[in-house]
């Protein structure tokens, strides 16, 4: 009988690989037809799964993690017609129907029809349809026609993993965040947070044709990732103002476009360094974002947080200045990145070598094994991006 091994989360701050049950081409009790079985090539370690790992999200005890798949088809169901076993695929973190309104108006993150309690689903993640997540050996994909990228050439494929697996998720999330935030040929950027999205970001804003991309950080090791590959950087533990810190890069103290790569644990800076304050990315980035500019938010905020500073946090309820915002005219886009929106893009633009963007984002190869420690490594600010390994398939490669 067929054997399958997942990540699975077992209370704040713990998380431990388990067997789980192999995946099978069914939806409850009828056989989902449009559906395939992947054997996972690469799977991620998200930010996002990082906050339920803290326990600042209502995610069950048992949860299979992992929402940033790539995978190799090894069954099809009957109804699947463009998708063959053998097939490598990019498998965006969006569960999508491609029937719905949404679907059909290119909103594939709110699909209506993959999740009872919301409009969106995810792969492993709480509140996002109870999906099977793909931190593991094998995973059900739905809908495959319409959800699955696949790579144009296997071998070819096999050579840039180490960039392609970021399509399921964090390049175009980054890119979203940029595309959102008007970015474009000779923008000046600031990006709130150095991690992996952040530093998606900043390559995407490069790839857009930004003039100056200034990536704002706590973390020392982050802020050197950031550095090198051509980015400016400041340094959030600082005295001098975010402002002052721009001023002294772009020789004025504000910028065209701002991107949000942080989210709802977002910390105070200067004097405030460490003490958590989840309004102050978004307040400050209405404070250096030019009047008319425009901020994007990939950053993850959340409707019920446990941990939350205080009751009105809790909720997802926080101290935004949207009077200042509203005076200087900022558009402001929320939520999560429609990934089909942009992968195919972006792939070409991996296979063509116009961004490395595993570089960038300082990516490394881990066991399946090792994920616990990966996790752990991550959340003590770690300037990597973690990419399990199931199969050894990256390892051969």
Same mark, same amino acid.
């Given at each position: 009988?067929?054997?399958?091994?997942?990540?699975?989360?077992?209370?704040?701050?713990?998380?431990?690989?388990?067997?789980?049950?192999?995946?099978?081409?069914?939806?409850g009790?009828?056989?989902?037809?449009?559906?395939v079985?992947?054997?996972?090539?690469?799977?991620?370690?998200?930010?996002?799964?990082?906050?339920?790992?803290?326990?600042?999200?209502?995610?069950?005890?048992?949860?299979?993690?992992?929402?940033?798949?790539?995978?190799?088809?090894?069954?099809?169901?009957?109804?699947v017609?463009?998708?063959h076993v053998?097939?490598?695929v990019?498998?965006?973190?969006?569960?999508a129907?491609?029937?719905?309104?949404?679907?059909?108006?290119?909103?594939?993150?709110?699909?209506?029809n993959?999740?009872?309690?919301?409009?969106?689903?995810?792969?492993?993640?709480?509140d996002?349809?109870?999906?099977?997540?793909?931190?593991?050996?094998y995973?059900m994909?739905?809908?495959?026609?319409?959800?699955?990228?696949?790579?144009?050439d296997?071998?070819?494929a096999?050579?840039?993993?180490?960039?392609?697996?970021?399509?399921?998720?964090i390049f175009?999330?980054?890119?979203?965040? &940029?595309?959102? *935030?008007?970015?474009?040929? =000779?923008?000046? $950027?600031?990006?709130?947070?150095? /991690?992996?999205?952040?530093? @998606?970001c900043?390559?995407?804003?490069?790839l857009?044709?930004?003039?100056i991309?200034?990536?704002?950080?706590?973390i020392?090791?982050r802020?050197?990732?950031?550095?090198?590959?051509?980015c400016?950087?400041?340094?959030?533990?600082?005295?001098?103002?975010?402002?002052?810190?721009?001023?002294?890069i772009?020789?004025?103290?504000?910028?065209?476009?701002?991107?949000?790569?942080?989210?709802?644990?977002?910390?105070?800076?200067?004097?405030?360094?460490?003490?958590?304050?989840p309004?102050?990315?978004?307040?400050?980035l209405?404070?250096?974002?030019? &009047?008319?500019? *425009?901020?994007?938010?990939? =950053?993850?905020? $959340?409707?019920?947080?446990?941990g /939350?500073?205080?009751?009105? @946090?809790?909720?997802?309820?926080?101290g935004?200045?949207?009077?200042?915002?509203?005076?200087?005219?900022?558009?402001?886009s929320?939520?999560?990145?429609?990934?089909?929106?942009?992968?195919?893009q972006?792939?070409?633009?991996i296979?063509?070598?116009k961004v490395?963007?595993?570089?960038?984002?300082?990516?490394?190869?881990?066991?399946?094994?090792?994920?616990?420690?990966?996790?752990?490594?991550?959340d003590?600010?770690?300037a990597?991006?973690?990419?399990?390994?199931?199969?050894?398939?990256?390892?051969?490669a």
């Open positions: 009988m067929a054997t399958n091994r997942g990540v699975e989360y077992m209370g704040p701050g713990k998380v431990e690989v388990h067997s789980i049950d192999f995946p099978k081409l069914a939806l009790d009828r056989k989902c037809e449009h559906g079985i992947l054997k996972i090539v690469s799977t991620n370690i998200c930010g996002s799964d990082q906050h339920m790992v803290r326990g600042r999200t209502t995610a069950p005890v048992g949860l299979v993690l992992g929402h940033e798949i790539t995978g190799e088809v090894i069954e099809a169901g009957r109804d017609e463009f998708i053998g097939d490598l990019s498998v965006p973190f969006n569960i129907c491609g029937r719905c309104r949404n679907c059909k108006e290119g909103k594939t993150g709110v699909c209506l993959v999740n009872p309690s919301r409009p969106g689903a995810a792969f492993g993640y709480v996002m349809g109870g999906w099977v997540g793909g931190q593991a050996e995973v994909v739905p809908y495959a026609d319409f959800n699955l990228l696949k790579f144009p296997k071998a070819r096999m050579e840039k993993i180490r960039d392609l697996t970021l399509l399921s998720d175009p999330t980054g890119y979203h965040g &940029a595309v959102t *935030a008007g970015v474009g040929t =000779g923008s000046v $950027v600031y990006v709130a947070g150095a /991690g992996p999205v952040g530093l @998606a900043a390559a995407a804003c490069q857009l044709g930004a003039a991309v200034i990536v704002g950080d706590m020392p090791e802020l050197d990732q950031a550095r090198s590959f051509g400016e950087v400041v340094d959030l533990r600082s005295d001098a103002s975010l402002c002052d810190q721009i001023a002294q772009a020789g004025v103290p504000e910028v065209d476009s701002a991107v949000d790569c942080v989210g709802f644990e977002a910390k105070g800076h200067g004097k405030d360094a460490g003490v958590e304050q309004a102050t990315v978004l307040n400050s209405m404070t250096i974002t030019r &009047a008319g500019g *425009a901020l994007g938010i990939p =950053g993850l905020y $959340v409707t019920d947080d446990p /939350g500073v205080d009751a009105s @946090a809790k909720s997802g309820t926080l935004i200045r949207i009077g200042l915002g509203w005076a200087k005219s900022h558009t402001l929320t939520g999560q990145c429609p990934v089909m929106k942009y992968h195919r972006l792939m070409m633009a296979l063509y070598d490395q963007i595993a570089k960038a984002c300082n990516v490394e190869v881990i066991s399946l094994d090792d994920a616990p420690k990966g996790y752990k490594d991550f003590k600010g770690a990597k991006k973690f990419v399990l390994d199931p199969h050894g398939m990256l390892k051969a």
